[in-house]
């Protein structure tokens, strides 16, 4: 069994999870929710391994590194700690729906990770630059803290369509949580991210400044989390200010998630120096 | 804050934060579109002439360092400081209280408080409640009245400090950046293999700088994986304070060399073009009467430096015999390569044949070739090292960062606390829980609750087990 073996399996885990909690969803059967959850708890253990194996392989290729260094295992880390961030939710508020809004995006990372022919899932050796142990504490925090925008933004979407008809007592929209939980669960998430991302922010100060002699240089990758992490401190300060509560709250989470998504992928439009999540 | 002038209340509030928060996110976005500090060549063929002059006086093409990026950032820090001593003033009583008066009204009055009535007295009740209260919160007070009791308990009280270590950590980032700008430098430098350099290039301004010390390169590597990317850069350094070398290490990237409060960084490398394969600053010595040698013995590592006029013998210590420096070449080959000016002589060791060595004067280690029990340089202003390769082998230079930041260590400090602040602020809560004895005629009346400053559905939940502990205590 290798490691690609094993990741082309969790992404159709990952697929199933997805199906699995949409159909709770759909067609109004919570019931559906239990196996929903093995599922997922399976692509993560599958997952696991397949990264694992990816850290061993590339040992044995001589080129050892953690498989956190390239596009494609930057997405699959991405399902692994997003997916590992939703069931600890879940475990903790026992509010199982939000998977259909969740696992969802972790099927599309690992879908898009072994699908697009733009990336490459070779194992690649690292250059210079990432060399160091501070790559693991960068990206790992990062990542939990993308995981964590990324449930928020989940849990948002949900917030507003479940506030165009709160008190609906049929479809769908009733079978979601209500809407003080799921304004309350955005916000745990938001802390736990932002929690994260000034943990990655920070990482990725210190690493720059013992690589390169200089904590902060405004590339465009450093400026954008700089940018996220404005877009979530926001959120927090205008959630203290009356009147700012729901609706806004979620806009600004999706806000929040889009200028994730712009540090994760658009940056790689910019000229910068995080050459790596590029293509 | 109630008698405060506008000025103080216009800082105060946290809308001027939400304010200024979105508007360094929006321009910061501006700064990452248009590329930042690049010659101003490139901009006026994006722009065109009048549009750049624009951007340029509203310092759109270096704007994380305009005045206005950095009057928000100013205005923050203000908003930070005075909305932080205006509710500190507030909360330090709160926070720091030893015995805080605790109102049973704040609880009783509470809409979620929580009654039941029961048999025993209150002395009972008592030493059935307390145990349970002070498991949970250590800091657990009763207090008696004539018909009444109070057991009050509370935990995390410093957590509300928390957030206030936020903001000063913001504070001490800015601090730390400011001081930075001012007191440290950043630069860079291409040092070619073999040279030393003493100066830097300033990053921002382009300025010259000098350093207390020479960098020299003693030699740069680089080695690729099969496929042909990069795996490592290597530069060997040294630093020399006078003649001496003080320091030495090879730096690669991600492990710098740091020497009095300057550290230099591996940052990139090239290829001298041709023409600059020669150092060009040769000495342009020419013949002297007399050369300074050194002697390096292989056996003990010792060296011993002689002055050697030409064509007289001297003798070398370490009875290892003895050399005389016979002529001056200005342009000497080597097995057909050209070396450049050198001296030839000859070494007549102690025992065994005389042999005829050359000594370039820019290659210090040539004659280590040799092998023999002795080698000899002539001691010279510059020398390289030299490569025993081809002659057209490829020469590199170093390119080296070159940074000094006297804030880095504020900036550090604002790190810890910003972290650890959050963790606090987010996840600790000051909780206080209270249960009121009130003694009726024929049995007590006893009212639970609690409250928390942050996470109350977590506290709701605690509040109802606390409670059903006490119904069947
Ligand atoms: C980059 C700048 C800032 C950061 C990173 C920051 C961070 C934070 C954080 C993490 C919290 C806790 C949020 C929560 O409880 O959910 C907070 C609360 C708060 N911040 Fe800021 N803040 C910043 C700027 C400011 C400024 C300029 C003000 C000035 C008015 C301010 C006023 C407050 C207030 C009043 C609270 C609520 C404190 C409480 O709950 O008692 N913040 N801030």
Redesign the pocket.
Same mark, same amino acid.
């Given at each position: 069994m290798t490691s690609s073996q094993l990741l082309s399996i969790s992404t159709f885990v990952f697929g199933l999870a997805a199906f699995l909690y949409l159909a709770a969803l759909i067609f109004k059967k919570p019931r559906l929710t239990q196996p929903a959850r093995w599922t997922v708890m399976a692509a993560v253990v599958v997952t696991t391994g397949g990264l694992l194996f990816r850290w061993v392989e590339s040992y044995q290729m001589g080129i050892g590194h953690a498989p956190l260094s390239n596009l494609y295992e930057s997405l699959v880390f991405f399902a692994w700690t997003s997916s590992l961030v939703y069931l600890f939710m879940e475990f903790k508020y026992k509010k199982p729906l939000i998977g259909a809004f969740v696992t969802p995006i972790a099927f599309l990372a690992m879908a898009y990770a072994s699908l697009s022919p733009n990336i490459s899932d070779r194992i690649q050796p690292l250059v210079p630059a990432l060399k160091s142990n501070w790559l693991i504490a960068h990206v790992a925090t990062c990542f939990f803290g993308y995981s964590a925008f990324a449930i928020s933004f989940g849990i948002s979407i949900m917030y507003l369509m479940k506030a165009l008809k709160p008190d609906s007592a049929h479809g769908i929209i009733s079978h979601i949580p209500k809407l003080d939980i799921l304004d309350e669960l955005t916000?745990q998430m938001v802390?736990f991210g932002?929690l994260l991302l000034?943990a990655g922010i920070i990482t990725g100060a210190v690493w720059a400044n013992s690589a390169w002699g200089s904590y902060w240089s405004w590339d465009p990758k450093e400026t954008w989390s700089l940018i996220t992490?404005?877009i979530y401190?926001t959120l927090?300060?205008a959630?203290?200010m009356r009147g700012w509560q729901g609706n806004q709250i979620a806009y600004l989470s999706i806000v929040g998630f889009a200028a994730v998504m712009f540090t994760y992928f658009g940056v790689n439009l910019l000229p910068g120096l995080h050459s790596y999540g590029k293509v | 804050m109630k008698n405060a002038n506008p000025m103080w209340k216009f800082? %105060?509030?946290?809308k001027?934060?939400i304010v200024? &928060?979105l508007s360094l996110a929006f321009t910061s976005i501006l700064g990452t579109f248009i590329p930042q500090n690049e010659n101003p060549d490139a901009y006026i063929h994006a722009f065109g002439p009048f549009l750049y002059q624009f951007l340029s006086v509203l310092g759109v093409f270096d704007m994380y360092h305009s005045w206005w990026f950095q009057g928000l950032l100013m205005l &923050?820090?203000i908003?930070?400081i005075? %909305?932080?001593i205006d509710?500190l003033k507030g909360?330090w009583k709160l926070i720091f209280n030893r015995n805080p008066n605790v109102r049973p009204e704040r609880f009783t009055r509470r809409s979620d408080a929580r009654t039941l009535t029961d048999k025993r007295n209150i002395e009972e009740l008592i030493a059935a409640y307390q145990p349970i209260i002070a498991k949970q919160y250590p800091n657990c007070e009763v207090t008696r009245s004539d018909l009444s009791a109070t057991i009050y308990g509370e935990k995390g009280r410093l957590s509300?400090l *928390?957030?206030y270590i936020?903001?000063l950590?913001?504070i001490l980032l800015l601090a730390g950046g400011l001081v930075g700008s001012f007191f440290g430098f950043e630069g860079f430098v291409n040092i070619p293999e073999g040279e030393a350099i003493d100066t830097i290039r300033l990053r921002n301004s382009g300025r010259i700088h000098r350093l207390d010390f020479q960098i020299r390169c003693d030699n740069f590597s680089m080695t690729v994986y099969e496929t042909g990317t990069p795996k490592e850069y290597r530069s060997s350094l040294s630093i020399v304070e006078g003649e001496k070398v003080v320091k030495q290490k090879e730096i690669i990237v991600n492990d710098p060399l740091h020497y009095r409060g300057i550290n230099i960084f591996q940052s990139s490398y090239g290829k001298l073009p041709p023409e600059q394969m020669q150092p060009k600053n040769m000495p342009q010595t020419g013949p002297q009467e007399s050369y300074t040698l050194n002697f390096t013995s292989r056996e003990s590592g010792l060296s011993y430096s002689a002055n050697a006029p030409v064509g007289k013998p001297i003798t070398i210590p370490e009875g290892l015999g003895k050399f005389v420096v016979m002529a001056y070449e200005a342009d000497a080959t080597f097995r057909g390569m050209d070396v450049g000016s050198a001296l030839t002589g000859i070494l007549t060791p102690s025992k065994g044949e005389a042999v005829e060595i050359l000594l370039p004067l820019k290659f210090a280690n040539f004659d280590k070739m040799r092998g023999g029990d002795i080698f000899i340089t002539v001691a010279s202003r510059q020398q390289e090292k030299f490569s025993p390769q081809s002659p057209d082998k490829e020469r590199y230079y170093t390119g080296l960062q070159v940074t000094r930041d006297p804030g880095v260590w504020l900036v550090y400090t604002g790190f810890i606390l910003?972290i650890s *602040? %959050?963790f606090v602020?987010?996840y600790i809560s000051h909780r206080q829980v209270c249960i009121v004895i009130d003694q009726l005629k024929k049995n007590c009346k006893v009212t639970f609750a609690g409250t928390a400053?942050?996470n109350k559905l977590a506290m709701k939940n605690t509040v109802e087990k606390i409670f059903s502990t006490i119904k069947n205590s």
């Amino acid at each position: 069994m290798t490691s690609s073996q094993l990741l082309s399996i969790s992404t159709f885990v990952f697929g199933l999870a997805a199906f699995l909690y949409l159909a709770a969803l759909i067609f109004k059967k919570p019931r559906l929710t239990q196996p929903a959850r093995w599922t997922v708890m399976a692509a993560v253990v599958v997952t696991t391994g397949g990264l694992l194996f990816r850290w061993v392989e590339s040992y044995q290729m001589g080129i050892g590194h953690a498989p956190l260094s390239n596009l494609y295992e930057s997405l699959v880390f991405f399902a692994w700690t997003s997916s590992l961030v939703y069931l600890f939710m879940e475990f903790k508020y026992k509010k199982p729906l939000i998977g259909a809004f969740v696992t969802p995006i972790a099927f599309l990372a690992m879908a898009y990770a072994s699908l697009s022919p733009n990336i490459s899932d070779r194992i690649q050796p690292l250059v210079p630059a990432l060399k160091s142990n501070w790559l693991i504490a960068h990206v790992a925090t990062c990542f939990f803290g993308y995981s964590a925008f990324a449930i928020s933004f989940g849990i948002s979407i949900m917030y507003l369509m479940k506030a165009l008809k709160p008190d609906s007592a049929h479809g769908i929209i009733s079978h979601i949580p209500k809407l003080d939980i799921l304004d309350e669960l955005t916000h745990q998430m938001v802390l736990f991210g932002f929690l994260l991302l000034t943990a990655g922010i920070i990482t990725g100060a210190v690493w720059a400044n013992s690589a390169w002699g200089s904590y902060w240089s405004w590339d465009p990758k450093e400026t954008w989390s700089l940018i996220t992490w404005f877009i979530y401190a926001t959120l927090l300060h205008a959630r203290l200010m009356r009147g700012w509560q729901g609706n806004q709250i979620a806009y600004l989470s999706i806000v929040g998630f889009a200028a994730v998504m712009f540090t994760y992928f658009g940056v790689n439009l910019l000229p910068g120096l995080h050459s790596y999540g590029k293509v | 804050m109630k008698n405060a002038n506008p000025m103080w209340k216009f800082f %105060c509030s946290v809308k001027l934060t939400i304010v200024l &928060l979105l508007s360094l996110a929006f321009t910061s976005i501006l700064g990452t579109f248009i590329p930042q500090n690049e010659n101003p060549d490139a901009y006026i063929h994006a722009f065109g002439p009048f549009l750049y002059q624009f951007l340029s006086v509203l310092g759109v093409f270096d704007m994380y360092h305009s005045w206005w990026f950095q009057g928000l950032l100013m205005l &923050l820090a203000i908003n930070i400081i005075v %909305c932080s001593i205006d509710r500190l003033k507030g909360s330090w009583k709160l926070i720091f209280n030893r015995n805080p008066n605790v109102r049973p009204e704040r609880f009783t009055r509470r809409s979620d408080a929580r009654t039941l009535t029961d048999k025993r007295n209150i002395e009972e009740l008592i030493a059935a409640y307390q145990p349970i209260i002070a498991k949970q919160y250590p800091n657990c007070e009763v207090t008696r009245s004539d018909l009444s009791a109070t057991i009050y308990g509370e935990k995390g009280r410093l957590s509300r400090l *928390g957030v206030y270590i936020v903001h000063l950590s913001v504070i001490l980032l800015l601090a730390g950046g400011l001081v930075g700008s001012f007191f440290g430098f950043e630069g860079f430098v291409n040092i070619p293999e073999g040279e030393a350099i003493d100066t830097i290039r300033l990053r921002n301004s382009g300025r010259i700088h000098r350093l207390d010390f020479q960098i020299r390169c003693d030699n740069f590597s680089m080695t690729v994986y099969e496929t042909g990317t990069p795996k490592e850069y290597r530069s060997s350094l040294s630093i020399v304070e006078g003649e001496k070398v003080v320091k030495q290490k090879e730096i690669i990237v991600n492990d710098p060399l740091h020497y009095r409060g300057i550290n230099i960084f591996q940052s990139s490398y090239g290829k001298l073009p041709p023409e600059q394969m020669q150092p060009k600053n040769m000495p342009q010595t020419g013949p002297q009467e007399s050369y300074t040698l050194n002697f390096t013995s292989r056996e003990s590592g010792l060296s011993y430096s002689a002055n050697a006029p030409v064509g007289k013998p001297i003798t070398i210590p370490e009875g290892l015999g003895k050399f005389v420096v016979m002529a001056y070449e200005a342009d000497a080959t080597f097995r057909g390569m050209d070396v450049g000016s050198a001296l030839t002589g000859i070494l007549t060791p102690s025992k065994g044949e005389a042999v005829e060595i050359l000594l370039p004067l820019k290659f210090a280690n040539f004659d280590k070739m040799r092998g023999g029990d002795i080698f000899i340089t002539v001691a010279s202003r510059q020398q390289e090292k030299f490569s025993p390769q081809s002659p057209d082998k490829e020469r590199y230079y170093t390119g080296l960062q070159v940074t000094r930041d006297p804030g880095v260590w504020l900036v550090y400090t604002g790190f810890i606390l910003m972290i650890s *602040g %959050c963790f606090v602020t987010f996840y600790i809560s000051h909780r206080q829980v209270c249960i009121v004895i009130d003694q009726l005629k024929k049995n007590c009346k006893v009212t639970f609750a609690g409250t928390a400053n942050r996470n109350k559905l977590a506290m709701k939940n605690t509040v109802e087990k606390i409670f059903s502990t006490i119904k069947n205590s």
